[in-house]
């Protein structure tokens, strides 16, 4: 089956800790995505890829890091830097530009 | 003015209702055009996408662009209570990344 895998979907982190959300797709895609998602919000995007080695800060990229050394994996570091982490993160992927894209089922970070 | 707005709703319809969901958007420039279905702690579901001005009809779901009017909408007939999710817009201009608008909360009641 094609598709786009986050893990974990739950995730629990102690303040002043790292944490990272995995993002992996099968599709092929070269542009992968990670957005944030709060309660009665849109989307915002935190970083993107187009190509591997590759990425470009999104609209609220501070506190956050991301690789893209594989063109299948895209993972998100929450960093202790991140004043208010606890939100629904979703990664997305598509094929380039101006095509479809499709997302993860979502990673829930709390933090406790 | 933001990019893209979008009715948050709630929206409550009866079963078999017609469901008009809208969003109007300010750069004249955006080419492609998207409808996402999220169902509660879930990641958003592809259901339309369109790159020109008029309607696409996919089952019960129709997406109507207005480019002149900035202004798009997604159809349902027969709405079912399995509809019942947040529906997000995205809009995108070729050479940027996509916007999307705040999501509309739709409930069909039983």
């Known amino acids: 089956d094609g598709g786009i895998t986050q893990s974990p979907k739950y995730l629990f982190r102690k303040e002043g800790q790292n944490v990272t959300l995995s993002c992996e797709q099968n599709?092929?895609?070269?542009?992968m995505y990670w957005y944030r998602q709060d309660p009665g919000q849109g989307l915002r995007l935190i970083y993107y890829?187009?190509?591997?080695?590759?990425?470009q800060k999104g609209d609220i990229a501070e506190g956050y890091s991301v690789s893209r050394e594989k063109k299948e994996s895209f993972p998100l570091t929450v960093t202790s830097a991140q004043k208010n982490p606890t939100a629904f993160y979703l990664c997305?992927?598509?094929?380039?530009?101006?095509?479809?894209?499709?997302f993860g089922q979502g990673t829930r970070l709390t933090v406790v | 003015q933001k990019e893209v707005e979008q009715d948050p709703g709630p929206l409550s319809v009866p079963e078999g209702a017609i469901v008009s969901l809208n969003c109007t958007y300010s750069n004249s420039a955006f080419q492609y055009f998207m409808w996402y279905r999220q169902y509660s702690r879930k990641g958003p579901e592809l259901l339309m996408y369109?790159?020109?001005?008029g309607n696409k009809e996919d089952g019960r779901f129709t997406a109507q662009v207005d480019k002149s009017s900035k202004y798009i909408s997604l159809f349902i007939r027969d709405s079912q209570p399995s509809d019942s999710a947040t529906y997000l817009c995205a809009i995108e201009n070729y050479g940027q990344n996509f916007v999307f608008g705040p999501g509309t909360r739709l409930s069909v009641l039983p």
């Open positions: 369109t790159y020109s001005s």
């Open positions: 890829s187009q190509i591997v080695n590759d990425f």
């Open positions: 997305a992927s598509r094929l380039e530009e101006g095509r479809r894209a499709f």
């Open positions: 599709l092929n895609h070269d542009a």
